[in-house]
């Protein structure tokens, strides 16, 4: 059995026989849901951006509708075809079946429909039409942002309007996102792809994990004409590199939420089996924000602490350097704690409390002292790996207090 499906089954194991506490059931319960239900993806850009057509490339076939005037279309799987309408007042209409343009009455805010087709099993969409009014538009990201793990931003050229739209998107959104050049072929035609590729590559670099020139249509025209994603039509059209590229994302975050349950079952000692160690999964290094009793508690961590002694202690001082640049970077940044910010803290955490854990397991030095830091080093990092996984102003705060915690006993060890 791999190792993947045995903490996948020792987590749900432990969710039935009630071996884990209330705050553990909750987080286990919110990664069993990132385990196993489809993939969540959002495609959004401003109107005649080829959303519905990159859509059906993505799930290789006329699978989308469009529907004019309509600001968001979802699109899952169910055993039925039916329909939901949602008016702007927030009345609810069902639709038996498929829902075409004839049944949306005016004022029609969302449609969503569900299809019996397998290929939604694997992941499910949503179109996000951003109208070239300013009215209603952060409003519908908001929204957006809630409903979906990956986010394609279509469009022809990203101007500074659509930057504007898409600066508001939180950064953990960002780092699972993509923006398609869609209409490649036109571009390329027109000698101009190249050098649109080139004035956004800066842009993406900040704001997109990737970019991906797309000619949706010509994508389409060879998943009909061949089932093989080897066609050269297929390749050359943009679309399997777009796919291959959305596939790693969703197989980064699911190795990121199976490490995540095999924390949650050692710290609460709820494996019924030894689970051998999963790969890790590097946090990025993000730039840190921090509120006032954020940077109360950084200063703790950066202050100095007492000389080092002997050569043992090589490892303890690196490792103490190592939090005051993460304490450093934080109180070099005025924002506050709350939203994007608190997210960037507890990615910075949860690297930072990995990089001690490497530099004390690296350490030859078999005193109980030095091996109980290395324990605690570890416990530390599991912590603040939940606390990750929890968001929040709170959690933040809470992942800057294991810090300090570690801190103060490096600290203890050489004064000692």
């Known amino acids: 059995m791999a190792q993947s499906d045995q903490v996948a089954i020792q987590l749900h194991r432990a969710l039935e026989t009630g071996a884990l506490p209330p705050e553990g059931r909750r987080l286990g319960h919110q990664l069993m849901a990132q385990l196993h239900h489809s993939v969540r993806i959002a495609v959004v850009g401003l109107a005649g951006a080829g959303k519905t057509s990159l859509i059906n490339m993505l799930l290789g076939g006329e699978v989308m509708q469009g529907f004019r005037g309509v600001a968001a279309i979802e699109l899952g799987y169910g055993d039925v075809a039916r329909g939901q309408i949602t008016l702007a007042d927030g009345t609810i209409k069902m639709v038996t079946g ?21 290929r939604l099993k694997e992941w ?41 739209l898409w600066t508001n998107v939180p950064d953990h959104l960002k780092d699972h996102s993509f923006l398609a050049l869609t209409r490649a072929d036109r571009l390329h035609m027109k000698g101009e792809l190249t050098q649109r590729i080139a004035r956004l590559q800066p842009i993406v670099n900040d704001e997109f994990f990737g970019l991906y020139p797309v000619a949706t249509l010509q994508a389409i025209a060879a ?5 093989t994603t080897n ?14 590229g959305i596939r790693q994302q969703i197989e980064k975050a699911k190795s990121a939420a199976l490490d995540h349950a095999y924390v949650l079952l050692q710290r609460y000692k709820a494996t019924s089996s030894p689970i051998d160690d999963q790969p890790e999964t590097p946090a990025p290094q993000p730039r840190l924000a921090a509120n006032t009793r954020a940077k109360g508690i950084a200063e703790a961590v950066a202050s100095s602490s007492p000389t080092r002694k002997s050569d043992s202690t090589n490892v303890i001082n690196v490792a ?14 005025p924002d506050g704690v709350s939203g994007d ?15 001690l854990v490497k530099l004390l397991s690296d350490s030859t030095d078999p005193s109980p002292h030095l091996e109980a830091l290395r324990e605690g080093a570890v416990e530390g990092e599991q912590m603040v790996m939940l606390l990750r996984l929890e968001r929040g102003e709170n959690a933040a705060e809470d992942s800057l207090t294991v810090l300090l915690q570690l801190k103060k006993d490096l600290a203890q060890w050489v004064a000692d």
């Open 98 to 118: 498929v829902v075409n343009q004839s049944h949306l009455p005016p004022g029609t805010a969302r449609v969503s429909q569900q299809l019996p087709d397998s």
């Open 124 to 164: 499910s969409f949503t179109e996000v039409n951003l109208s070239d009014s300013a009215s209603g538009q952060r409003e519908l990201l908001d929204w957006m942002t809630e409903r979906c793990d990956l986010a394609i931003w279509c469009s022809q050229q990203f101007d500074d309007r659509e930057r504007n």
């Open 223 to 227: 998943l009909k004409a061949s089932a």
């Open 231 to 244: 066609d050269p039509l297929w390749q050359s059209s943009g679309g399997s590199a777009l796919v291959d």
């Open 320 to 333: 103490l350097d190592v939090l005051r640049d993460c304490a450093d970077e934080l109180l070099a940044s």
């Open 341 to 355: 910010a608190a997210d960037r803290i507890l990615d910075r955490c949860s690297w930072t409390a990995g990089e």
